[in-house]
Every structure is written in C-alpha cells, then in structure tokens.
C-alpha cells in the first residue's frame, strides 16, 4: 500500500495485500518492517476471509505499555483495516465527499479503535497546491480507542483532538486517498505529506526492502 518515512533516524515499511470485491477491499495480509536502535525488526497479520486471524511482532510490549483491557484477534472480525489500508476510501461511484463520512474500524495486531470522518469541506483545484491537480476534500477524522491500550494512551485519548486531512481520488480507480494529514501528538503538531502517488503495475509485486530505504 505504500511506505511511510518517519522523521528522525526511524523508517517504517508497510505492505498490504488484499482483493477488491463488491466496491472494497478485503484485506488479506499486512506486512511491516521499521528499524529500531540500528536494529530491523518485522511484524505481520494474517487474514481469513476479511477477519484478523494471526499476529506476530518483534516487538515486545514493555509491562506499562500493555493494556488492561486487551482484545484477543479471534473477537474482532470482519470489517477492520490496518491503519494503512484503513485511509484508502472506497467512493462505489459516490462523490469524493464520501471519502469523509462514515466511521472505520481499525486494528494494527493489538489495538482496535474506530475513525471517524466529519465536517467535509469540498476544495477545489485552484485552492489547492497539491500536484494532483484535481478537486480534493478536506475534513476532520476522530480517533477513539475501543481496546487494548494502556492506560496512558486511554487518558491522552480524551484531550487527543481530531486529525485534519485532504482527501483526492486516485486516478478513475474509484478511491480516494489522503493527500495530506496534519495532527497534534505528544510531540508537538506533526504533518505528513504524500510525495508518490499510486501507479499501476502489470509487473509482479514484491514487498519493500526497507535495508534499501535505511541505507547511507
């Protein structure tokens, strides 16, 4: 689905997989790699028939991380998304205003949580700088966790505000994808930025190497 590189001396790689039916997609497997004190280390989640069925980390949660609510995989079912596939909005021939409205459900192996989309505001070329030159969508998307966070995370959750992001539709695919997402974090204000956009391939896909990306 795409790599994301994260600011400072961190990358991260993410590869889903899933098939198109019925005007969405069915997630099948996700991939991840990241590297972590000159270390790479990888997790991976399984799917049957759209539901999470098996999860392997190379991280191991330190003790004040792990939740005292978990969730166990088997109990999350169909209709989640990884976090990555979970921002891929399918339009089903409905105005790129669709890609902001509605609520997913998002599971990353540990966490489940929901998105929701709201305050739509259509954007028109001219009002835009992004180089797809075509009409976006702007709106703010609202994070609440539902299981498996600690407790830290759960009391950040109540003062975390909502997300800003534009949405543009990828080619005549029939989705929309962010543009861009600007957020508030422990950190600070963070902004990320899609610089490649998706392209069509007849050539077999291979995941990402992330040893390539990290290199000097």
């Known amino acids: 689905a795409g790599f994301g590189r994260i600011a400072g001396q961190s990358h991260v790689v993410s590869t889903t997989r899933g098939a198109r039916r019925n005007g969405t997609l069915v997630p099948q497997r996700l991939d991840l ?18 539901a999470p069925h098996k999860f392997v980390s190379g991280y191991a949660q330190p003790e004040e991380f792990r939740s005292k609510n978990p969730i166990a995989i088997e109990n999350v079912g169909v209709g989640s998304f990884d976090p990555f596939l979970g ?3 399918p339009l089903n021939g409905r105005p790129l205003r669709a890609a902001c409205n509605g609520t997913k459900r998002i599971f990353d192996g540990r966490r489940l949580a929901t998105l929701t989309a709201q305050d739509v505001v259509f954007v028109p070329p001219f009002e835009h700088d992004f180089p797809q030159r075509r009409p976006a969508v702007r709106c703010s998307i609202l994070w609440q966790p539902v299981a498996g966070y600690s407790e830290a995370s759960l009391e950040r959750a ?6 800003h992001a534009h949405f543009g539709q990828i ?3 029939g989705f929309a994808a962010p543009l861009d ?7 600070g204000w963070v902004t990320i930025r899609a610089i490649h956009y ?19």
Do not use: H, Q
Request: proline content about 9%; charged content about 25%; hydrophobic content about 35%.
């Open 171 to 173: 080619s005549n695919t």
């Open 33 to 50: 790699s990241w590297t972590s004190e000159d270390t790479i280390k990888s997790s991976y989640m399984d799917y049957i028939d759209g």
């Open 87 to 89: 921002l891929l909005s």
């Open 158 to 163: 109540a003062e975390f505000p909502p997300v």
């Open 181 to 187: 997402i600007r957020g508030k974090s422990r950190y």
């Open 198 to 216: 998706f392209a069509e391939t007849m050539t077999p896909f291979l995941p990402f190497d992330i040893r390539e990306i990290t290199a000097p």
